[in-house]
């Protein structure tokens, strides 16, 4: 996708300049470009600020290096029908409105999650031209780090700009409108906080640049191109062929440091459950020491250490866990989902790990695959976008920033799409078919710099299992990954689970860095040659595949360089993050992301009025396992690898948690059954299943899973007893992918697909309610099955399904 404009004109009697909201969150306000130290534009280069507070806040420069409001360091409201008459004073800036006809004027201040936090102002004007005025005092600072100003003419916003929290002061001082001049709550920023802006791009040496305001422009940033080639040849050029050996290993945690540093290892992982125990502060620990033992040695090349961070750095207790990206798939503002991945960014690095297993691109081709939930949607269009946005946030555009960690696209390739389903299976050929829907997203996620890629447990429909597919991982992946223009995959392919024996085939298929949790250090030198299961008998002691040696510790090498990890502030973990590790921010993005993902399948009106949202002081039922249980709306990857009922994590809301803190005058009562709900006039039914990975989830199908909650039996009766009472029924489905609801929805009212949320059920109560002013925006990322008969069905095919590919209701 090319990259879009950044203001877009549109015409409303005036014209708008809003941030275009394709890729970055929109909130760095200083302005400068990005040059080649010949003065070359540097397209996308990432602009942060430093202060942690704006973590949230970045920007990618634009095709010619630009970055922040606008190519000349002005502020994009100067367009015209709205523009900046005053320089910023000690007071803030001036804007005048222009109308060319009479409409109705806005002006809100929101968080940066989207929610609204006041009316300014919101009067109909007169064609004319208006003063905007900054307020005169400020109080009352708001309690997120930025807010959002956004001014609309009639419908068109045609301003929105950040300001720092502290700025924007208690709106009772607004004033009123006088005359022609409305006089509103908004200040530019003037800074009173002094911050560094760090732009940086993977591959450049960064520049920080301390700013005094948030609104500065400061011009040409020169960024040196770093010679990777030359920093890997020289840590090359000192290793042994056993050292070598070595930087391809990646022995299971907790394995100890010094095993670690005495075998010379590049890596080191963990697979479910390995942190079950652990701390955020533990697991940052462990990792540190792993670094810093590594560093004593004589090589001096740090560990990249990865968990799978399938949703948010899921493996560790009490950090935040994002909904699995099956939710994140219906989440149609791609910034927010940037927001979400940079929150398990974030967390992750927190725990020391620099690197992470995910996001899992699959395309979800047929429903009944156990692992559904990991891929985003079942159409490779839409699987582009995801991984794109997925690996921008994880990674931003610069690897060598220390809040960033490397991701892992997986599973190459066609793992979604097996026949029936299986788990591991065979992809539904042809091949070229099986081309067109399983390697675009490959080709974004490459596109915007994935660093690593990992192989699929499953088998290609011609040339077998993909740890050995030569065709794909080296004549496609390492050699021509998409169009002629892009770049090919030049970081490392890691093996899954032991899925890369016999090593010999894989490594010359062109796997770099096999996943051995059984083997450990052992893969190493262990006198393993019967077996020929060890680098040192196959690299070494046999010399089968000695380039393939060479290429893959050059490759494992160059991601390093990539992440800048010989540099002491990316090999140790920054405790400022660690801190921060399922913190109220980041549950914020994370609840964001959750109203996000809810597809609203049905809203009827009942009474005339539609049943949702419902007003706050409503009597309420709600029922189902799921609907108060923190593990179920987590599912598997929560933690431990299958996941578990209860809460395995520390922190989070239940749905009916989050509804009762948001209902005032009213009632919320949990509820064992429909029937016993009483006299409340609504009843929440929650329809989950039990959490599961992989194959786990290969035995439930479509039928309601293992969770008594389900959509079967005496559940039916009872929804349908409710709907006879009177009651209304809101449906809400929390799964690991489509289930038959045929039995259940014609007695709900409502009905609401949730997939998997996460820690953060309160985001489904803040859907819930009408004084939450929160629309539905989800949209269906999979085509609905009337039933497990229907699969593999997906938009194209011709098959009909209850609810087509990219529905959702808005209310
Ligand atoms: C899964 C991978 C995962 C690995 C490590 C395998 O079973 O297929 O997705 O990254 O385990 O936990």
Same mark, same amino acid.
């Given at each position: 996708m090319m990259w879009t404009q950044r203001f877009v004109a549109v015409a409303a009697g005036v014209a708008i300049a809003c941030?275009? =909201?394709? /890729?970055? &969150?929109?909130?760095?306000l200083t302005t400068g470009r990005a040059i080649t130290t010949t003065g070359v534009g540097i397209p996308r280069a990432t602009v942060t600020y430093m202060n942690l507070a704006k973590r949230f806040s970045w920007d990618f420069a634009d095709a010619q290096g630009y970055f922040g409001h606008s190519p000349t360091g002005v502020i994009p409201s100067v367009a015209p029908g709205i523009r900046q008459t005053t320089v910023v004073t000690a007071a803030g800036a001036m804007l005048t409105l222009s109308l060319a006809a009479s409409n109705r004027v806005s002006i809100e201040l929101f968080d940066l999650n989207g929610k609204k936090i006041a009316n300014l102002y919101d009067q109909k004007l007169e064609k004319g031209e208006y003063t905007i005025r900054p307020l005169a005092s400020l109080s009352? =600072?708001? /309690?997120? &780090?930025m807010c959002l100003l956004k001014i609309s003419v009639g419908k068109e916003v045609v301003y929105q700009k950040a300001f720092d929290a502290q700025l924007i002061g208690n709106t009772a001082a607004a004033g009123s409108v006088v005359s022609k001049e409305p006089v509103v709550a908004m200040r530019k920023a003037v800074l009173l906080a002094v911050d560094t802006v760090r732009v940086g791009m993977t591959g450049y040496t960064p520049v920080k640049i301390p700013i005094t305001r948030y609104d500065t422009a400061i011009g040409n940033v020169t960024l040196a191109a770093i010679n990777i080639d030359s920093i890997v040849n020289a840590y090359f050029g000192r290793m042994t062929q056993l050292q070598k050996c070595g930087q391809l290993a990646m022995p299971p945690y907790p394995i100890a440091a010094g095993t670690l540093a005495s075998n010379f290892c590049g890596g080191a992982f963990g697979g479910g459950g390995c942190f079950s125990g652990y701390t955020p502060t533990t697991t940052a620990n462990l990792h540190d020491g792993y670094q810093n033992a590594l560093m004593g040695t004589t090589l001096r090349i740090p560990a990249i250490c990865a968990y799978d961070a399938v949703h948010g750095a899921s493996a560790v207790p009490s950090a935040v866990i994002m909904p699995h990206n099956m939710g994140m798939g219906a989440i149609q503002d791609t910034v927010l989902i940037q927001k979400g991945f940079r929150v398990a960014a974030l967390e992750v690095r927190g725990t020391g790990a620099n690197w992470g297993f995910g996001p899992c691109i699959a395309v979800i081709r047929d429903d009944r695959w156990g692992r559904a939930y990991e891929g985003f949607c079942e159409t490779p269009e839409r699987t582009q976008l995801m991984a794109r946005h997925a690996v921008l946030g994880i990674q931003l555009t610069d690897l060598s920033f220390p809040m960033t960690y490397a991701a892992c696209v997986k599973h190459f390739a066609g793992d979604g799409n097996t026949l029936g389903g299986a788990n591991p299976g065979t992809t539904e050929g042809p091949d070229a078919t099986a081309r067109a829907i399983n390697l675009p997203g490959y080709v974004s996620a490459v596109a915007v710099g994935a660093a690593t890629v990992m192989p699929s447990f499953s088998s290609w429909c011609v040339g077998g299992q993909m740890h050995r597919n030569k065709t794909l991982l080296t004549g496609w992946l390492k050699t021509a990954t998409g169009p002629p223009t892009t770049t090919p995959f030049m970081g490392f392919v890691v093996g899954d689970w032991?899925?890369?024996?016999?090593?010999p085939a894989s490594a010359d298929a062109g796997l770099d860095m096999p996943m051995a949790p059984g083997t450990g250090v052992g893969i190493i030198s262990t006198n393993d040659v019967a077996n020929n299961n060890n680098f040192n008998s196959i690299y070494n002691l046999g010399g089968t595949y000695p380039a393939r040696l060479d290429d893959a510790v050059r490759r494992v090498l160059r991601v390093k360089a990539w992440m800048n990890l010989f540099s002491q502030d990316q090999y140790v973990t920054n405790r400022n993050l660690t801190a921060l590790v399922g913190c109220a921010l980041h549950r914020d993005v994370a609840r964001a992301c959750v109203r996000g993902s809810l597809v609203l399948l049905k809203n009827n009106m009942v009474g005339g009025v539609p049943?949702?949202?419902?007003?706050?002081?409503s009597t309420v039922a709600v029922w189902g396992t799921g609907g108060n249980d923190v593990g179920i709306q987590c599912g598997g990857w929560c933690v431990s690898w299958q996941g578990s009922v209860g809460n395995p994590t520390s922190g989070g809301t239940t749905i009916y948690q989050g509804m009762q803190a948001l209902a005032t005058g009213g009632t919320v009562t949990f509820v064992a059954?429909?029937?016993?709900?009483?006299?409340?006039?609504y009843v929440v039914a929650v329809f989950s299943e039990n959490p599961y990975a992989e194959q786990g989830g290969l035995s439930i199908a479509l039928s309601g899973g293992p969770n008594t909650s389900g959509t079967n039996g005496a559940v039916i009766t009872q929804i349908a007893a409710a709907h006879t009472a009177g009651k209304r029924v809101i449906g809400i489905l929390m799964a690991g992918r489509p289930l038959d609801i045929s039995g259940v929805l014609a007695n709900c009212d409502a009905f609401i697909w949730a997939s998997l949320p996460g820690t953060e059920g309160r985001g489904i109560g803040e859907m819930l309610y009408s004084d939450q002013g929160y629309k539905f925006t989800g949209k269906l990322q999979v085509t609905w099955p009337n039933n497990v008969n229907d699969e593999p069905i997906n938009v194209g095919d011709g098959k009909t399904g209850l609810f087509a590919y990219g529905f959702g209701l808005t209310d």
């Open positions: 941030v275009a =909201a394709e /890729a970055q &969150s929109g909130d760095v009352g =600072a708001r /309690a997120k &780090s032991e899925a890369g024996w016999p090593l049943v949702l949202p419902m007003p706050k002081n059954s429909p029937a016993a709900a009483g006299a409340t006039n």
